[in-house]
């Protein structure tokens, strides 16, 4: 049982202490290093069920417990989500296609800490029109991040990342959001990514949470398929998604799910 430390904000917002740091640190570093390990397992003709059973396995060998195997009835170590699905795509027997996108999203817990983290991926060639939205998509994640520091607010992080994806002429879905956690895999607050400058609660040193943009080249508007998980664009536009767990220390953001190799490019690996 890991003891929970620290205080609550007044929004319910966790404040960790130092020694909290080196638990997301080992988490997060295992997440991302299955992330690096998965991208020579992407490739036309592979089924997203087959990356699930490695990304399982690499789970197991690491040490850690998937975060989602039995997470409100989920039953994967993944989420895939190809193409026009935003997130939480189920694995499944269905084989990738030259040129498609995939966000892969891992959640693993170490010594009851969380480690949650995706990327994009590229089934054989990578289109110029997925390269954009894919570059744009990080580029989004990585002002948020830049946003998250001591006196900023939640809406400063937001505001970063939608100027920045609405100035490309692409969308950010609004129906989902990034997370605090922990010790919890969904904490407070509720992370948009969107939002005015100056709003919402704001960020002290030793919060921890997620920042996950997801971005259509077409409309934000979503809808959750019968499986009930299945997150998809109304209009079928392609969508991109990355994200990382960060903390806050007196000088900005610290990334808890930096590649071990320095990998994010869908094409390396
Ligand atoms: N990892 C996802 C997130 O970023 C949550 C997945 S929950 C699941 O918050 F049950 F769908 F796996
Ligand atoms: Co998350
Ligand atoms: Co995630």
Known sequence: MTKHNGRLTKDGIRIHEEADFAGMNAAGKVAAQILDDIAPHVFPGQSTAEIDRIITDMVTA????????????????????????????????????????????????????????????VAGNLSRKSERLIQVTHDALMLGIEAAKPGNTFGDIGNAIQTYVEANRMSVVRDFCGHGLGTVFHAPPNVLHYGRPGTGPVLEEGMFFTIEPMVNLGRPETKVLADDWTAVTRDKSLSAQFEHSIGIRADGAEIFTLSPAGKFHPTYG
């Not at 189920?90 to 969380?114: A, C, E, F, R, S």
């Open 62 to 121: 690491s040490g850690t417990t998937s975060a989602t195997i039995g997470y409100r009835g989920y039953q994967h170590a993944s989420c895939i989500s190809v193409n026009h699905v935003v997130c939480h795509g189920i694995p499944g027997p269905k084989t990738l296609k030259d040129g498609d996108i995939l966000n892969i999203d891992v959640t693993v817990i170490l010594d009851g800490w969380y480690g949650d983290t995706s990327r994009m991926y």
